[in-house]
């Protein structure tokens, strides 16, 4: 018997999450996954990324949390927590936390720890089914997983004519957050012009990412190709992460193949 059931076990342990996820019963579905170092969250309705010695680059709060859901944690830097609603047989919210444990006493079906690699595949076909704001949703919690490499997804999603302008941005927003780190990498002689000066060019910036597409898009991409300054070329991929204009997304499909 006991070796029947541990069979059982490793069989649904095999089983893709999205036939775990389909198997489950109407209700809330839960799933944890490892997170990418840099990642810290309260359990709740905090989360942050790119963190580093206590100095976070990044920070999202949302009120879209369910205090059914979670257990109040001091800062923790994972799980990646995945809680789904599904009636019919659709998924029609989901939220997500980093830290903290799932209410034991909440009814719920619980997959468990899942590897990051089988979650963020789920998440980004969550993300192409664009059958509601699930779909945009989708995509944050996948850009967390730990040791995946999801730009190629993302890509295709944001030239997707198959879903809408929302879940697209959402893509290219992340691609560009992908694209800036893989620009700046290895730069080690950031240039330091003083505090003035510096406040002066990030204005700059922003002012060209509010200039008419046809302007502001190619000086933007040129500061993210030739500027010397890391952060300046940050800010400029950033902005072009926002115009939802496919000269940025070939930009940034050429930073991420280059060798």
Not at 82 to 109: F, M
Not at 193 to 211: I, N, P, T, W, Y
């Amino acid at each position: 018997m006991i070796a029947l059931a541990l069979a059982a076990l490793v069989l649904v342990q095999q089983q893709s999450l999205e036939r775990r996820v389909a198997a489950a019963p109407d209700g809330s579905v839960r799933f944890s996954f490892a997170a990418r170092p840099g990642v810290y969250g309260n359990g709740r309705n905090m989360i942050s990324w790119d963190c580093d010695k206590g100095n976070c680059h990044n920070r999202q709060v949302d009120g879209n949390w369910d205090d059914r859901d979670d257990w109040n944690t001091p800062c923790d830097s994972g799980p990646v927590r995945v809680a789904l609603s599904k009636s019919g047989g659709r998924i029609t919210d989901l939220r997500v936390y980093v830290g903290g444990q799932w209410r034991a006493s909440t009814p719920a079906t619980d997959l468990g720890m899942v590897g990051t690699k089988d979650a963020a595949t789920y998440l980004l076909a969550l993300a192409l089914k664009d059958e509601s704001r699930v779909s945009e949703k989708a995509i944050f919690p996948a850009v967390l997983a730990d040791s995946v490499t999801i730009w190629p997804d993302l890509l295709k999603i944001a030239k997707s004519d198959d879903v809408s302008r929302k879940v697209r941005r959402s893509a290219v927003f992340w691609l560009g957050q992908a694209a800036g780190d893989a620009a700046t990498r290895g730069l080690t002689d950031l240039v330091d012009d003083g505090r003035e000066d510096r406040e002066v060019r990030e204005s700059a910036v922003f002012a060209l990412s509010q200039r008419p597409r046809d302007e502001g898009v190619p000086a933007l991409i040129r500061i993210a190709k030739e500027n010397k300054d890391a952060d300046l070329r940050r800010k400029a991929i950033f902005w072009l992460g926002q115009s939802d204009d496919p000269r940025a997304l070939a930009l940034f499909e050429e930073l991420l193949t280059r060798p």
